[in-house]
């Protein structure tokens, strides 16, 4: 068979040119003479598929022969963007695409614009888990993602009238040229039905799992390329459909269709993600999509586990280290249980044992109304085998505590993974920690604030058992593949240039080389070039999503991140009208002398967020009045970017001078898009919170613009506010009395109401007693906030210190990349070792 295959120079354009004619007429049944731009997209995407699979599958069996432990993510989310120019970046094609499409008269670029940005991902966490996949690729380790295909993604964000509308996002359209779907590998995935106890073939008591509804998990993969390796590794998703089994019974008209409705209903599984990023909603459906995808996962990694010859159960820990993406997995925990001591049989104990030194957690927040928890009741219903198994943890888990704590300590019910109360609920976080072997924040001070605040009790616990460092940190990162050079080929360039080699693609360490050049005025012009390049780019995008003129000389200025209040965007549309009216007070020739700044900020509001909701509201009001001020226009521009998406970032983070990352200290467990402008040489207004910490370690305190209190100084400012000490700044209060007068609310009651119950609320202004007024200190923090702009403005009046800040902190941002970061995982937690595959086999 090897022989009949047509061998191609993969690298060669000729060969590319003629692989893309042959998918145009034969893959996509198109004339080589008539044919659209996405007909042009798709036929390329199938050339670079032709060669992915290829890799994928010898990646594959080189893993398979080498026999080595594997990595296995478990992720309800990757917000992965677009495929095409990675894909061609990480494949080393750009040089031989390039030529090969010039040749028929085309533009690679325009090409890449053909392709549907797959979002299937809210925010932090999924883009975390999209990094991850390309980072573990490029570091040649054996290691997959597992995830659900959802047909419809984060929802396409229109703006009507200043406000947001959620449009569905049908990715899938006609067909992902990169996904390649598998009929043949396919789980059964039961759901609900009953537990029944019987003997087995050998006339051993067993317990059987039956009823209830049986759903098929079909896998789509998705070929991730690694960088400067010949390793390809594999994001599988799950795709849910109907059993294959047809009730034939079901012979009358109305029975037939009922069959057909329910077998339809089984999609419903994989049809959509929730666009909730911190909020937790019980939803049923939301709890089937994680079960569906964690048991077909663990059939999958299980079934290859004992393809092995000779396997012995004793040695899955040497070959198989899963991690659990946030608690969303967790139910990992008991079915894992389930599948080696009800399936496997497996015995309890050292099911168990297997279990625990196999699984691992990742926690990505501190918010309390985040953490997952399932009602028993519902537990009972869909998963009855399930709730058994954690009944049964849970009881020899208490037993442990007694013994060690006494038959009462309050730590118990602590750690219990049963919550008590009117409804009982089951604590996923809870189960992920006692399953998990180790248990991950994703930045130092969210790691400190786990131990201390989010899981007191477990730490001591540990500390306790003489294992403190069950709890570790794993600091994140982004990939510079994307964030840097595809996200901005000049910058890349330059980088190349001056360091003589791309080697600092793969070790950013390399990058600490461009520190000497810091002062250097060749350097400097390059930079600027570089930046103003980026901002022409900006200025067309926002030119089209938002119909409004930047002026490119202006310092721009970006917000983007999903919309939150512990975020802070509402502070940062109050400073921008404060900005306004410190401009309006202005003479004609005093406003010449001030610096010119454009305020973006986008992104995504949860649908039933109401406040969220109503601040994306006002930034466009406010970008309505300040952007057709004639006194004003000229020295400030603000505008909402909608739809903000990982291809929207991929532009806007390049052209950014700063960029707010301004969260309440304490609430922000990393942030990452901190991490991709400071890359691309943005400076960071910032709070002490998140990874903004550690990015002003590595870069210096020089670049970044700091303000607001420290994460321990918050409850004591709570606490007094409580008490009725909370003093406005009179500039604050000039900010409010205009929206107040409804300055920004366009003669519409609607939004005059919203805006001043958003000011009410950040005023205490509510029925006595209770203080839940400005929970994320927007008052308290406004003052400092204005300080830190104007030392921006006045930093970037010199643009020589700017810009050798801009270098130094680019050059110093090594430790931010996801291949650091993915290094300590597979080190620390995972214990799984880097497979180079060799070119010829
Ligand atoms: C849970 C249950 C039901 C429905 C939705 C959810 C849900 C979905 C997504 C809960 C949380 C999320 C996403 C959380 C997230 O993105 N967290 C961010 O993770 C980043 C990567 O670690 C951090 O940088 C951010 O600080 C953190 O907010």
Request: glycine share 6%; charged share 25%; net charge negative.
């Amino acid at each position: 068979l090897w022989k009949l295959m047509d061998t191609y120079e993969p690298n060669d354009p000729e060969s590319i040119q003629k692989s893309f004619a042959r998918h145009l007429e034969y893959s996509l049944a198109c004339t080589r003479f008539n044919f659209t731009m996405e007909d042009a997209y798709r036929a390329a995407g199938l050339v670079l598929r032709d060669r992915l699979l290829e890799s994928l599958n010898d990646t594959n069996d080189y893993y398979r022969k080498m026999d080595v432990k594997r990595g296995y993510y478990l992720s309800a989310e990757y917000l992965i963007g677009r495929h095409m120019q990675n894909a061609i970046a990480n494949l080393d094609l750009e040089q031989p695409f390039k030529e090969a499409f010039i040749g028929l008269g085309m533009e690679l670029e325009e090409l890449f614009h053909e392709e549907a940005d797959p979002a299937l991902g809210n925010g932090g966490l999924g883009r975390l888990a999209a990094c991850f996949l390309d980072s573990m690729a490029t570091l040649s380790l054996p290691c997959w993602g597992y995830g659900i295909r959802y047909s419809y993604g984060m929802f396409k964000q229109e703006i009507q009238n200043g406000r947001q509308v959620e449009c569905p996002d049908f990715w899938i359209g006609d067909g992902c040229p990169f996904e390649i779907p598998r009929p043949d590998i396919t789980y059964p995935v039961r759901l609900y039905g009953e537990v029944t106890h019987g003997e087995d073939e050998k006339g051993n008591w067993c317990v059987n799992w039956v009823g209830g509804e049986i759903v098929q998990a079909m896998a789509y993969d998705n070929p991730i390329p690694g960088f400067d390796t010949y390793n390809t590794n594999n994001l599988r998703l799950w795709r849910a459909c109907p059993s294959k089994e047809f009730d034939l019974d079901m012979f009358s008209a109305a029975a037939y269709a009922d069959s057909v409705e329910s077998r339809r209903k089984a999609e419903d599984l994989s049809a959509v993600l929730y666009p909730n990023d911190a909020t937790y909603e019980g939803k049923e459906l939301r709890l089937r999509q994680q079960y569906f995808f964690v048991s077909a996962s663990l059939q999958d990694l299980l079934r290859d586990f004992i393809k092995r010859p000779n396997y012995k159960w004793s040695e899955l820990p040497e070959k198989v280290a899963v991690q659990m993406n946030d608690t969303h997995p967790t139910i990992a925990v008991a079915e894992m249980m389930r599948l080696l001591v009800d399936v496997m049989h497996v015995h309890w104990e050292e099911a168990w044992d297997l279990t625990t030194k196999c699984l691992n957690y990742t926690n990505h927040t501190v918010m309390p109304e985040a953490l997952e928890k399932w009602p028993v009741e519902m537990i009972e219903r869909m998963l009855p085998r399930h709730l058994q198994i954690i009944g049964e943890l849970n009881l020899r888990w208490i037993k442990d505590l007694q013994k060690k704590y006494g038959d009462h300590s309050p730590v118990i019910s602590a750690l219990s993974i049963f919550e008590e109360g009117d409804i009982k609920k089951i604590r996923m976080g809870n189960l992920a920690i006692m399953g998990a072997n180790k248990v991950n924040g994703v930045a130092a001070i969210h790691t400190e604030i786990i131990k201390k605040e989010t899981f007191p009790e477990f730490y001591k616990y540990c500390c306790d058992i003489g294992k403190p460092d069950k709890i570790v940190n794993m600091t994140n990162g982004v990939t510079p593949r994307r964030w840097v050079h595809c996200a901005n080929p000049a910058l890349s360039a330059i980088f190349t240039k001056y360091l003589g080699s791309h080697e600092w693609l793969t070790d950013m360490t390399k990058l600490k080389g461009m520190l000497k050049f810091k002062e250097d005025s060749k350097l400097h012009s390059e930079w600027m070039e570089m930046k103003r390049e980026c901002k022409a780019k900006l200025a067309a995008f926002v030119k089209e999503k938002c119909d409004l003129d930047i002026d490119q000389d202006a310092l721009i200025d970006i917000q983007i991140k999903r919309i939150h209040e512990y975020k802070r965007q509402l502070m940062n549309i109050l400073y921008v009208i404060h900005r306004y009216q410190e401009l309006k007070k202005k003479s004609p020739g005093e406003r010449e002398k001030t610096q010119k700044r454009v305020v973006l900020i986008g992104g995504k509001a949860a649908s039933a967020y109401v406040n969220a909701k109503i601040i994306i509201k006002l930034i466009s009001n406010v970008g309505k009045v300040i952007n057709k001020d004639p006194d004003t226009s000229k020295y400030l521009k603000v505008a909402f970017v909608p739809n903000y998406c990982v291809s929207a970032a991929q532009v806007m983070i390049p052209a950014s001078d700063i960029s707010e990352h301004i969260s309440t200290a304490g609430t922000e467990a990393s942030g990452t898009s901190n991490m991709k402008f400071v890359m691309n040489g943005g400076l960071i207004v910032g709070t002490m919170d998140g990874a903004n910490i550690e990015i002003r370690e590595e870069c210096g305190e020089d670049t970044m613009f700091i303000f607001g209190c420290l994460e321990h100084q918050v409850a004591d400012i709570a606490a007094k506010a409580k008490s009725g000490h909370y003093p406005i700044d009179s500039r604050l209060q000039a900010v409010f009395q205009a929206i107040r007068n409804g300055d920004f609310s366009h003669g519409e009651p609607e939004a005059q109401a919203e805006f001043c119950s958003l000011v009410d609320r950040l005023c205490n202004i509510q029925a006595a007693g209770t203080w839940d007024g400005d929970k994320y200190l927007v008052i308290s923090d406004f003052p400092s906030f204005i300080d830190a702009q104007a030392r921006v403005d006045a930093t970037y009046a010199d643009k020589a210190k700017w810009c050798k800040l801009s270098i130094q902190a680019a050059s110093s941002m090594a430790k931010f990349s996801t291949d650091r970061t993915i290094k300590e995982y597979a080190e620390v937690i995972w214990g799984v070792k880097p497979a180079v595959r060799p070119l010829e086999d």
